[in-house]
Structure formats: C-alpha cells, structure tokens
Antibody
Framework: QEQLVESGGGLVKPGGSLRLSCAAS????????MAWIRQAPGRGLECISY????????HYSDSVKGRFTISRDTATNSLFLHMKSLRVEDTAIFYC?????????????WGQGTVVTVSS | DIVMTQSPLTLPVTPGEPASISCRSSQSLMHSSGYNFLDWYLQKPGQSPQLLIYLGSTRASGVPDRFSGSGSDTNFTLKISRVEAEDVGVYYCMQALQTALTFGGGTRVEIK
C-alpha cells in the first residue's frame, strides 16, 4: 500500500530549527517528484518546496527560500525538510505529498501531516 | 506567480442537487502539450487533501464519476452532478504550469 507518514513536528521558538521527516512506503521516491505543502491555521494550501525523483530539480517558494532545505534519502526512502530561522508565520500543518509522475504536477498521495508551532 | 481565484467562498448545497465551483487563473494554464495544467483537490473535515482532477479534466483514480472538471486557459469549473453528504469540505484548485505551484483560496461546500 502506497503511504506517506510525516514526523518531526513540534513547538519551537522563533529563530529555532526543526527537521521534518516523511517515510514513504509502497513506492520508490526515485520515481516521483515529492513536495512539502503547508497549511497555516484556518488558511489554504501553500506548496513550499519540491524535489525531483533524481534530486536534480529543487524548488522553494519565496516565503521559505534560504531558510528551508528539502532533501531525501533513497536508502531509507525518506523525504526531509530542514527548517531554520523559523518565524511565527511558519506555524502550520506540514504535509508531505507525492507527485503523480506525469507531464504536470498533481499530488496523488498525501501524508496525515505534522504540526509545527513557532511561538515564544 | 500565477494567482488563482475561486468562487464562491462558500457553497450551500442540497443532497442530490448539482453543484459548481469556479476557478480563474491570472495567466493561461494551457501547456504546449495541449493540456491545461490545472488540478482540483478536496479536503474533507479533519483530513488531508485528496486529488480529484488533474490536467483540467482527468479524474484521479477512485474518484466518483459525479465529479467532472472542465474549462480552458484561465477559466475552469468543477462540477458535482449530484451532491452527496460525503462531498462536504473545502475544494481547492491548483495551477501546475509554473514552477511556483499555487492554490486557490478554497471553496467550502456545506450541506444546507
């Protein structure tokens, strides 16, 4: 069964760091683009970063560029998001999502999400 | 970035009746392949989003055929032919043409 399970969320002070993990099962990360999509409390969806199956293509939204780093470990079939210089406005549910491997982007599998709270 | 605008903000629906959601993009989403790079997602209460439609009109695996996507360039519509109680939630469109993927603000569908 194809599945994504996120972990690593928690409470962190402004300026702090956190690393989110996403364990993939039932498929190989090398065959798909993967993304991190967040949802601030009561708000909509924001795609903040994605990485290609080869790892050669990486994109960051302007809101996280220079502060967040996406990476993956093909040996453990896991996706990561390293977050530093966290701000209050980074508070959100962070979802890991799989891209469908077609000609466009479409996220066909989502994790359950992990909550990040940035507060003093 | 491409701006995605959805309407209405909230849509009260009656079970068994049709429903329609509009999504407009600030730029054409027509790709050189001939497909519109536009997706629709549904986030049911307390759940993660799920993919309904991609490439403007292709239903994702397991999505009931009462859901359909249409439109082209900058104007798109998601239609539910006969709403069921399980269809409540927030619907989002997303453009997949530009590198910076962007979502609409969402349309909340609720039962009258």
């Amino acid at each position: 069964q194809e599945q994504l399970v996120e972990s690593g969320g928690g409470l962190v002070k402004p300026g702090g760091s956190l690393r989110l993990s996403c364990a993939a099962s039932g498929f190989n990360l090398r065959d798909h683009y993967m993304a991190w999509i967040r949802q601030a409390p009561g708000r909509g969806l924001e795609c903040i970063s994605y990485i290609s199956g080869t790892g050669n293509t990486i994109h960051y939204s302007d809101s996280v560029k220079g502060r967040f780093t996406i990476s993956r470990d093909t040996a453990t079939n896991s996706l990561f998001l390293h977050m530093k210089s966290l701000r209050v406005e980074d508070t959100a549910i962070f979802y890991c999502a799989r891209d469908w491997a077609g000609i466009s982007h479409a996220f066909d599998i989502w994790g359950q999400g992990t909550v990040v709270t940035v507060s003093s | 970035d491409i701006v995605m605008t959805q309407s209405p903000l909230t849509l009260p629906v009656t079970p068994g009746e049709p429903a329609s959601i509009s999504c407009r993009s600030s730029q054409s989403l027509m790709h050189s392949s001939g497909y519109n790079f536009l997706d629709w997602y549904l986030q049911k209460p307390g759940q993660s989003p799920q993919l309904l439609i991609y490439l403007g009109s292709t239903r994702a695996s397991g999505v009931p055929d009462r859901f359909s996507g249409s439109g082209s360039d900058t104007n798109f519509t998601l239609k539910i032919s006969r709403v069921e109680a399980e269809d409540v939630g927030v619907y989002y469109c997303m453009q997949a043409l530009q590198t910076a993927l962007t979502f609409g603000g969402g349309t909340r569908v609720e039962i009258k």
